[in-house]
C-alpha cells in the first residue's frame, strides 16, 4: 500500500499510534514494533503495549486508545528514532 505523504511523496505505508504523532513536543514514548514486514510495518508506544497486554487482543477498547494512523516509511523512521529509548535493549 502507498500513500501520498506530503513533503515525502508518494511512499509506502505504515501504521502507528496516535501517541507517536507529535514527536516534536513529547518526550520518547517508547517504540515497540509489532511486524517485521517491510511492507507491512506497524508499531506503536508503551502506553498501547502496556493497553494492549492488559486487554489481551485488539478490543475495541485498545483501537480506540492506540488511534492507529497511517504514516509514510519516512516518516516512520523519523518517529522510530526520536520514540526508541536507548536504555531499552
Ligand atoms: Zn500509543
Ligand atoms: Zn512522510
Given amino acids: ?3 501520498n505523504c506530503g513533503p515525502h511523496g508518494e511512499r509506502v ?15 520518547p514514548a517508547g517504540f515497540v514494533e509489532n511486524s517485521s514486514d517491510p511492507a507491512d ?13 492488559a486487554e489481551g487482543e485488539m478490543t475495541e477498547a485498545f483501537k480506540e486508545f492506540n488511534g492507529m494512523t497511517i504514516v509514510c ?12 529509548i536507548p536504555a531499552e535493549q
Fill in 1 to 3: 500500500m502507498l500513500i
Fill in 13 to 27: 505505508a505504515t501504521v502507528v499510534c496516535q501517541h507517536l504523532l507529535d514527536a516534536a513536543k513529547l518526550s
Fill in 41 to 53: 510495518l506497524q508499531a506503536w508506544c508503551h502506553a498501547c503495549e502496556e493497553k494492549f497486554l
Fill in 73 to 84: 516509511i519516512e516518516c516512520f523512521a523519523g518517529i522510530k528514532s526520536w520514540h526508541t
